[in-house]
C-alpha cells in the first residue's frame, strides 16, 4: 500500500492531487481484495461490493457476516474431547456419559464396566475391559478386576486386582 506525499508544507512539495488520489484508489482496491477476495474497479467506475457469495445467513455487513461465523465455530464440535469453546452433541455426551458409567451385571451382581482404551464395543464385555465396585459373592467385594476371557460367571475369567474378602454377615 502507498502512502500519499504530504509534502514538507511549501506548496507543491507532495503528491499531486491526481497521484494522491491514484494511491488512495489502489490501497482500496488492496483492501477490498485482501478482506473479500475480489477485484473492484478492473473495467468500471462505479461497482457495488457484493457479499451474497458469503457462506453466512447474515449478509447486511462483512462484520455482521464475521460474528456470524464466529458463533457457528463455537457450537458443536465432536471431533474434540474438550475444549474451551466448544460444546458437544446431545449424542456426544450421551456417548461419553455411558463409556465412563456403564453398568454390568455379573450373575445377578451390578459393577461398574470401565472399557480398555482398544476395544471399540461399548455395551459388550470385552478382553481387558474392567468392572469396578461390585460385589462378586456374599462375602467378596472386589474393587478391581479385569476380564481375562471366558465364562463371565467363573472366577478364574478375571484377573482380580483388588478385592474385601471374608466380609461377615449380619
Request: glycine share 8%.
Amino acid at each position: 500500500m502507498d502512502k500519499i506525499n504530504l509534502g514538507n508544507g511549501t506548496q507543491g512539495s507532495g503528491d499531486t492531487g491526481l497521484v494522491g488520489g491514484g494511491k488512495i484508489n489502489a490501497n482500496y482496491i488492496a483492501l477490498v481484495q485482501a478482506i473479500l477476495g475480489v477485484t473492484i474497479w478492473s473495467n468500471s467506475t462505479s461497482e457495488n461490493l457484493d457479499l451474497t457469495t458469503l457462506n453466512t445467513t447474515d449478509k447486511s455487513s462483512l462484520k455482521a457476516a464475521i460474528n456470524e461465523l464466529l458463533e457457528r465455530t463455537k457450537l458443536i464440535d465432536d471431533s474434540l474431547t474438550s475444549s474451551v469453546f466448544k460444546t458437544w452433541s446431545v449424542d456426544k455426551i450421551i456417548a461419553y456419559v455411558a463409556s465412563e458409567f456403564l453398568s454390568i451385571e455379573i450373575g445377578s451382581n451390578k459393577f461398574t464396566l470401565r472399557k480398555h482404551p482398544n476395544n471399540t464395543s461399548s455395551t459388550t464385555l470385552e478382553v481387558n475391559d474392567m468392572i469396578c465396585s461390585g460385589w462378586w459373592s456374599t462375602t467378596e467385594f472386589w474393587k478391581f478386576a479385569v476380564y481375562v476371557g471366558g465364562t463371565v460367571t467363573d472366577v478364574n475369567s478375571w484377573n482380580v486386582i483388588d478385592t474385601i474378602e471374608e466380609i461377615p454377615l449380619n
